[in-house]
């Protein structure tokens, strides 16, 4: 279809474009061809469904697909974009996303690639608490050593120290408080 002339841009009635498809499912050498092929790394919102916004990167983050998140990227993805809609309004970043869901390999790519560490969602979950409440040691780690907040509060899950108590996780209560986590609410854990 490319060859034809096929514009690789076109939003899908959710405001995907086919990058984001790929990025979404995996399809690392459509990725590829589709990059290849002009298709936007880091797209604009769809002027029909403004409303309505996410990235190949937010995708692949989210899905756990490091080989796209690598070529995302090697081509200039951004990796502070934050997929929004207009009822909730910010909602997760690459990072969020690939922090709270456990995705340790695609975590230290973005660190490696100067991310923001205290973006948030629209509820105040920064990646540090997204993993603590997740329970991923091995990413709560490389972002205390990142620098990032661990006192950073949202009004959805509390702090990294109260997400983590709350879920069970005690191995990351101990680390963060250790880390110099303050103790808002009950610690006698």
């Given at each position: 279809f490319l060859k034809h002339g096929a514009n690789p841009n076109m939003y899908d009635f959710y405001s995907f474009t086919p990058l984001m498809k790929a990025a979404e499912y995996g399809h690392v050498e459509i990725?590829?061809?589709?990059?290849a092929n002009e298709a936007y790394v880091n797209p604009e919102k769809n002027p029909?469904?403004?409303?309505?916004?996410?990235?190949?990167?937010?995708?692949?983050?989210?899905?756990?697909?490091?080989?796209?998140?690598?070529?995302?990227?090697?081509?200039?993805?951004?990796?502070?974009?934050?997929?929004?809609?207009?009822?909730?309004?910010?909602?997760?970043?690459?990072?969020?996303?690939?922090?709270?869901?456990?995705?340790?390999?695609?975590?230290?790519?973005?660190?490696?690639?100067?991310?923001?560490?205290?973006?948030?969602?629209?509820?105040?979950?920064?990646?540090?608490?997204?993993a603590s409440a997740g329970g991923h040691i091995e990413i709560v780690k490389d972002l205390i050593a990142a620098g990032s907040n661990i006192n950073a509060e949202s009004w959805g899950l509390g702090t990294a120290l109260y997400a983590a108590q709350s879920k069970g996780h005690f191995d990351i209560t101990k680390l963060l408080r250790e880390a110099g986590a303050a103790c808002l609410y009950d610690c006698r854990q």
């Open positions: 990725a590829r061809l589709l990059i029909k469904r403004p409303f309505v916004y996410s990235t190949p990167l937010i995708e692949a983050s989210y899905r756990g697909h490091t080989e796209i998140v690598r070529i995302l990227l090697e081509n200039s993805a951004d990796v502070n974009a934050q997929a929004s809609d207009d009822i909730e309004g910010p909602l997760g970043t690459a990072l969020i996303d690939a922090a709270g869901k456990g995705h340790t390999e695609i975590v230290e790519l973005l660190l490696k690639n100067n991310v923001d560490l205290e973006i948030s969602d629209y509820t105040g979950t920064t990646a540090l608490i997204a």
